[in-house]
């Protein structure tokens, strides 16, 4: 539902659709945010157009005119465009879902030209929301070639005794945060941070900035190196918030259902409904993810149908990149 397009884009697509079939006919094109829209209470309609699987919904349509003395609309049945994919993901008809699920993994959004950055490496930023399955896909794309940054890594680098970030994060939040052997318990950072949107800014802007410029040291380094790699993923679930986008020459994202997040995270971290929540609260919400993304994918899935999305993403990158040397 995330790549559905705002109803304005819909409507306009919808008349200039209608028009080019006949142009003669004249067309009041609405937004519907009920079951039923205008059919339940004007008093011009004398007909509805239902599909088998909406049929009921038209005899209900009926059912509510009569209430409101509303004269009965003829119900006019039509066969629905059976759908030539049947792979348990994709609906048996054509349609609009369908078109978005094949959107998966395909260029959304042409990137801007980033004049400021090196050609070689093409950076691309790969992030989304806790438990999307971002990890995995960077997996899948070092698999195919690129070279990946972890930035959650590099975080528990900057995180080491002796880094800026550990000294600063030590003097904000006390030494109740250590382990036994001096370093910094993510697992004791973690409930003083989630759940509190000012104490969570505070630790990130003390990693933040030295975290980019851990990763801008290591993006400096693959450049001067022998063998520039023809692309690196920065895997930053912070990307956004960060606004490190300005680093990257696009963004690929990855996107779940909040309730299948909150699932994956009580079954991963073995947290409360509650505590997954929480966690979900602080994160980026899907829409602003695709607002900002070129391309984008969901594990929401099996894993073979996630891989396609990772394969179809690489070749059209591969292809992008050849074209322009």
């Known amino acids: 539902p995330d790549l ?42 004398d007909m509805i157009v239902v599909s088998a699987e909406t049929l009921r919904g038209g005899q209900k349509v009926n059912e509510i005119r009569s209430s409101k ?40 959004r042409k990137p801007d030209p980033r004049p400021q950055l090196p050609a070689r490496p093409h950076i691309i930023g790969l992030t989304g929301g ?38 600063r994060i030590v003097k904000h939040f006390g030494e109740k945060i250590l382990s036994s052997n001096g370093r910094i318990d993510r697992a004791k950072l973690g409930p003083l941070v989630f759940g509190n949107p000012l104490e969570l800014q505070a630790l990130n802007d003390i990693v933040w900035p030295q975290l980019i410029e851990e990763v801008n040291r290591r993006l400096d380094a693959l450049r001067a190196g022998t063998e520039v790699p023809k692309v690196v993923v920065l895997e930053a679930a912070v990307l956004l918030r960060a606004g490190w986008e300005g680093n990257c020459h ?37 829409h602003e993810i695709v607002a900002k993304s070129h391309v984008i994918f969901s594990s929401q899935w099996d894993y073979d149908f996630t891989q396609k999305q990772a394969d179809r993403a690489w070749k059209m990158l591969n292809r992008e990149l050849d074209s322009q040397h």
């Not at 819909?10 to 008349?15: G, K, M, Q």
């Not at 049945?77 to 030539?84: F, L, M, T, Y």
């Not at 995995?136 to 800026?164: F, T």
Request: proline share 6%; hydrophobic share 35%; glycine share 4%.
């Open 69 to 108: 003395q509303l004269r009965e609309l003829d119900i006019f049945v039509i066969d629905i465009v059976e759908s030539n994919v049947s792979d348990g993901i994709h609906e048996t008809k054509i349609s609009s879902s369908n078109t978005r699920i094949d959107l998966l993994g395909s260029r959304w």
């Open 130 to 167: 806790i438990a999307s399955g971002k990890s995995k896909m960077a997996e899948r794309l070092s698999d195919m070639g690129a070279h990946v940054i972890d930035c959650d890594k590099v975080a528990h680098d900057v995180y080491e005794p002796g880094q800026v970030c550990y000294n």
């Open 4 to 45: 559905i397009l705002p109803v304005e884009e819909r409507i306009a697509f919808l008349r200039e659709f209608l028009t080019d079939i006949d142009s003669t006919l004249q067309y009041e094109i609405v937004p519907i945010d009920d079951p039923f829209g205008p059919t339940q209470h004007d008093p011009d309609m």
């Open 250 to 286: 696009e963004v690929w994202s990855m996107i779940v259902p909040p309730e299948e997040a909150v699932k994956r995270v009580m079954e991963r971290n073995g947290l409360s409904e509650v505590e997954a929540r929480k966690r979900l609260c602080s994160q980026v919400p899907n």
